[in-house]
Nanobody
Framework: QVQLVESGGGLVQAGGSLRLSCAAS????????MGWYRQAPEKQRELVAV???????NYADSVKGRFTISRDNAKNTVNLEMNSLKPDDTAVYYC?????????WGQGTQVTVSS
């Protein structure tokens, strides 16, 4: 089993920054994809950014140039640096890992951006 625990959400004004962190534990090998998704009220969950163990990344168009995803393979952690935040970024952010065809999710952390 794999467990994911997020931290770092909160309330910030538009234009501000936040850093989300996620620590994975359990039986997780290095051949995994780690990422962040978000879900705003009454909207579907959407991809924010993903990163593979080699460091290759992919971002949603809405966050390109503002968010940066990174990972530490030795510690099984993934971070999301969020800059120039907008009210539209308000959502619950979920850490995710895809490992051996299984998806694992964290409990989510709330990010609220006030205008």
């Amino acid at each position: 089993q794999v467990q994911l625990v997020e931290s770092g959400g909160g309330l910030v004004q538009a234009g501000g920054s936040l850093r989300l962190s996620c620590a994975a534990s359990g039986s997780l090998g290095s051949d995994n994809i780690m990422g962040w998704y978000r879900q705003a009220p009454e909207k579907q969950r959407e991809l924010v950014a993903v990163i593979v163990s080699t460091g290759v990344t992919n971002y949603a168009d809405s966050v390109k140039g503002r968010f940066t995803i990174s990972r530490d393979n030795a510690k099984n952690t993934v971070n999301l640096e969020m800059n120039s935040l907008k009210p539209d970024d308000t959502a619950v952010y979920y850490c995710n890992t895809l490992y051996r065809f299984k998806n694992y999710w964290g409990q989510g952390t709330q990010v609220t951006v006030s205008s």
